[in-house]
């Protein structure tokens, strides 16, 4: 890798955390190459990426970012995962660690919040930016049903009324 694709590397780096929410750092201990798809096409379907970056660089990007922090976590074979959801990257890669032990979880951040590797399996476990705003939907949607039902209600009840009237009468 020569000076110029250094450069374009670390600007692209500088790039993504300056929009992303979280970084995950992970450690890679001789998965295979199927192991690897697996593993991005996992982190792609949740909406993160993945990529295997040189720590140095990944440093370098990082600078006058909020994820100054993770420098300490960038140390032997490491990969970041990213994304703009704050739990997609986390649970993306927290799910696919369960399943193969050559993947180590080393940490993270959320933000600027620097995250250890406990702090990104619990991080997994909240729900999703999307999951947060359907249940946010719902709660607002609940009490427009009730208020709608309410309205209609007295009026339900009084036409019933004049139909048991017209009946008595009809009779």
């Known amino acids: 890798m020569d000076r110029s694709q250094k450069a374009e590397s670390v600007a692209s780096l500088h790039a993504t955390f300056k929009e992303v929410g979280v970084v995950v750092i992970t450690r890679n201990l001789g998965m295979s190459v199927a192991q690897s ?8 379907d949740a909406g993160a ?36 959801d704050p739990v997609a990257a986390a649970k993306a890669v927290v799910d696919f660690a369960k399943t193969n032990d050559k993947i180590e979880i080393v940490g993270g951040s959320l933000g600027s919040v620097l995250l250890n590797a406990e702090g990104v399996k619990a991080l997994a476990t909240m729900p999703s930016l999307d999951e947060m705003r359907a249940k946010l939907i719902g709660l607002v949607q609940a009490p427009a049903t009730k208020i709608a039902q309410l309205a209609t209600a007295p009026a339900a009840k009084l036409a019933r009324v004049f139909a048991a009237y017209a009946e008595k009468e009809a009779a």
């Open 37 to 44: 798809t697996a593993l991005r096409l996992k982190v792609r």
């Open 49 to 84: 990426s993945y990529k295997v970056a040189k720590n140095r660089l990944t440093r370098l990007a990082a600078q006058d970012t909020a994820f100054e922090g993770i420098s300490d976590l960038l140390t032997g074979p490491t990969a970041i995962a990213t994304s703009v």
